[in-house]
C-alpha cells in the first residue's frame, strides 16, 4: 500500500486504494473522489455574517431580531449565544445552539457574528 493516498473520509481507515479516478475504501466500500472531497472540505468551513469562520464551542452574538416559531416573543439583536455547535446538511441552519429563554434551537449563520 502506498502512504501517499489519502485516509477515508468516512471511516478514517488507511487502506485506501485507488480504482480508475475513484479512491474506495475495502473496510467500509466508501467511494469518493478526491477533488471533490477537496471542495468539500473547503466549503464545510462555516463563516458568520462578517466572514469570520466559526467553530464548534464558540461564542456568538445575533445580528438582528429573529422570529421564533411558536413564540409570541422574539430574539432580539444582541443576544449572546454561547457554546455553539455546527451541524452540516440540516437545511440551511448551520448553528446547533441553545439561546436563553428559548431553549434548544437551530440558527443560520448569516444572522451570528462571532463573539
Known sequence: MSGSLPPCPKCASEYTYELGSLMVCPECAHEWSPEEAAAEAEAAV??????????????????????????STSIK??????????????????????????????????VVKKG
Request: proline share 3%.
Open 77 to 110: 439583536v444582541g443576544t449572546k449565544v454561547k457554546n455553539i455547535r455546527l451541524v452540516q446538511g440540516v437545511g440551511d441552519h448551520d448553528i446547533d445552539c441553545k439561546v436563553d429563554g428559548f431553549g434548544p434551537m437551530q440558527l443560520k449563520s448569516s
Open 46 to 71: 462555516i463563516k458568520d455574517a462578517n466572514g469570520t469562520p466559526l467553530a464548534d464551542g464558540d461564542t456568538v452574538t445575533v445580528i438582528r431580531d429573529l422570529k421564533v416559531k411558536g413564540s
